[in-house]
Nanobody
């Protein structure tokens, strides 16, 4: 059974950092494009950053220069390193896997392209 499990969320002050993890079971993450998404209360789900099967990345303008996605194939885990966090980054963060061959070389942060989703982890940025 394919499963994604996020962890690493929590409460952090503005300007702080967090690293989210997305661990996979039942499949090998490096065979898929992986995306991070977030959803704040009352708002639509937003694509944050993604990494293609071949390792190229893409990101939303709102997190440019602050968030970094990476993949550890040995641990079958994808990470989202977040620095300089702002209150508007508060949301539930989800990771997702895409089987689309269109995302082998270049990935998109469009949620429609992703097939398997984790349950999410809460990130709260507040003083």
């Amino acid at each position: 059974q394919l499963q994604l499990v996020e962890s690493g969320g929590g409460l952090v002050q503005p300007g702080g950092s967090l690293r989210l993890s997305c661990a996979a079971s039942g499949f090998t993450l490096e065979d898929y494009a992986i995306g991070w998404f977030r959803q704040a209360p009352g708002k639509e789900r937003e694509g944050v950053q993604c990494i293609s099967k071949k390792g190229s990345t893409n990101f939303a303008d709102s997190v440019k220069g602050r968030f970094t996605i990476s993949r550890d194939n040995a641990l079958n885990t994808v990470y989202l390193q977040m620095v300089s966090l702002k209150p508007e980054d508060t949301a539930i963060y989800y990771c997702a896997a895409s089987v689309s061959p269109d995302q082998n070389y270049y990935c998109s942060v469009s949620a429609d392209l992703y097939d398997y989703w984790g349950q999410g982890t809460q990130v709260t940025v507040s003083s």
